[in-house]
Structures are given as structure tokens and as C-alpha cells.
T-cell receptor, first 109, second 112 residues
Framework: SQKIEQNSEALNIQEGKTATLTCNYT??????LQWYRQDPGRGPVFLLL?????KEKRKERLKVTFDTTLKQSLFHITASQPADSATYLC????????FGTGTRLLVSP | DTAVSQTPKYLVTQMGNDKSIKCEQN?????MYWYKQDSKKFLKIMFS???????INETVPNRFSPKSPDKAHLNLHINSLELGDSAVYFC???????????FGPGTRLTVT
């Protein structure tokens, strides 16, 4: 069955560094991948969408890559700030809509 | 201006009761969704509607019944509530399949 895997361990980095989060998928070839941010007690907020024919997408300090050979998407936040601390979810849809379990990012001053 | 709104924000009820959660979006989107997020924070699709028509119905007990009176509303009715129904329920909308989804603030349901 379709599966999305994200690192369940929290990622701790220092302010100013680049955070890199990973999303791996198995058993299917999605047409797109999306990344969302979720803060405690709130709904997910859409960040970026990348389609299968795109290698890379950027938005301000955010960058997403999509490697269909490795079956992986990487999400980068450059010049990270404490305000970037949140849980980041990847999402795709093939025969069904699937969200990853999310990776918690902690950016310390 | 709230894009996707849900009511109520909190819902505490006893086992066996019937309850409804309402969702409205003012984005003009064609597609609306209901998700369940459990205590482990896993977000799972329950239903998806496109132009008031059901297009996704995951393995959800038939105690859960979505209703879409118009394109801007997708309500969730739950019969005979069980302890395992306790979770946060999120409504979302998008322009279409594969497009960005906009989520509501969530409804925290607690069944005692």
C-alpha cells in the first residue's frame, strides 16, 4: 500500500543554519508532493507544492526538491529562525490522499 | 476574514450520543475534505467532496456521515459516539485534486 515516511525524531538546529527535512515514499509514483507546517493546536498550513516533472521549487527561504529515482522529497529552510519551529508534514495523493507523520523542527537561538 | 471555519472548536460528549461538526469555506473552492488527527498526530483522510459529490470515502465506520448542502459547506455527523472517536477533526478545502489544501482550526472531540 502507499506509504509516506518522515523522520519521527525531532530535528534540533541552531538559528541561522539550514534545516533539511526528508520525505520518502514507497509503492507508488505520485504526481505531486506538498509540504505543510503545523503548529500546536492549529490546522496544517500549506507551504509548497512540487509536481513530478519539477526538480526543485523555491519560495523565499524555503526550497523543495523531488527525486523520483530516489522516491524522495527534501524540504530545506535556509537561515532558520526560532519562529520556524513547528511540525512539518509532507503529503501526496495517488490512489488515496496520504500525509506523513511529520517531523518536528526545533530552532534554538 | 476566516477562509475555512469549523464549529464547534471543542466538543465534549458521552458515549452513545450523536453530534455534528460544521465546516464552511469562503474561498470558492470546489473540493472539501474531512481529516481525523489522532493522539499520535497522524492525519488521516476520511472523506472528500467535489462540487457536493462524494469522491473519497476511506474506511470509516458508517456512523460517520458527511453532508454537503452546497459547495461551501461540508458537515460531519457522527452517530453513537465511541471512546475511539476522540481526536481532532480538521476540515479542509482546495481548488481541486492535487491543489493546495486550506485547513480549518480543527474541532477537538472528547468522548467520555
Amino acid at each position: 500500500s502507499q506509504k509516506i515516511e518522515q523522520n519521527s525524531e525531532a530535528l534540533n538546529i541552531q538559528e541561522g543554519k539550514t534545516a533539511t527535512l526528508t520525505c520518502n515514499y514507497t509503492n507508488y509514483s505520485p504526481a505531486y508532493l506538498q509540504w505543510y507546517r503545523q503548529d500546536p493546536g492549529r490546522g496544517p498550513v500549506f507551504l509548497l507544492l512540487i509536481r513530478e516533472n519539477e526538480k526543485e521549487k523555491r519560495k523565499e527561504r524555503l526550497k523543495v526538491t523531488f527525486d523520483t529515482t530516489l522516491k524522495q522529497s527534501l524540504f530545506h529552510i535556509t537561515a532558520s529562525q526560532p519562529a520556524d519551529s513547528a511540525t512539518y508534514l509532507c503529503h501526496t495523493g495517488f490512489q488515496k490522499l496520504v500525509f506523513g507523520t511529520g517531523t518536528r523542527l526545533l530552532v534554538s537561538p | 476574514d476566516t477562509a475555512v471555519s469549523q464549529t464547534p472548536k471543542y466538543l465534549v460528549t458521552q458515549m452513545g450520543n450523536d453530534k455534528s461538526i460544521k465546516c464552511e469555506q469562503n474561498l470558492g473552492h470546489d473540493t472539501m475534505y474531512w481529516y481525523k488527527q489522532d493522539s499520535k498526530k497522524f492525519l488521516k483522510i476520511m472523506f472528500s467532496y467535489n462540487n457536493k459529490e462524494l469522491i473519497i470515502n476511506e474506511t470509516v465506520p458508517n456512523r460517520f456521515s458527511p453532508k454537503s448542502p452546497d459547495k461551501a459547506h461540508l458537515n460531519l455527523h457522527i452517530n453513537s459516539l465511541e471512546l475511539g472517536d476522540s481526536a481532532v477533526y480538521f476540515c479542509a478545502s482546495s481548488r481541486g485534486e492535487g491543489e493546495a489544501q486550506y485547513f480549518g482550526p480543527g474541532t477537538r472531540l472528547t468522548v467520555t
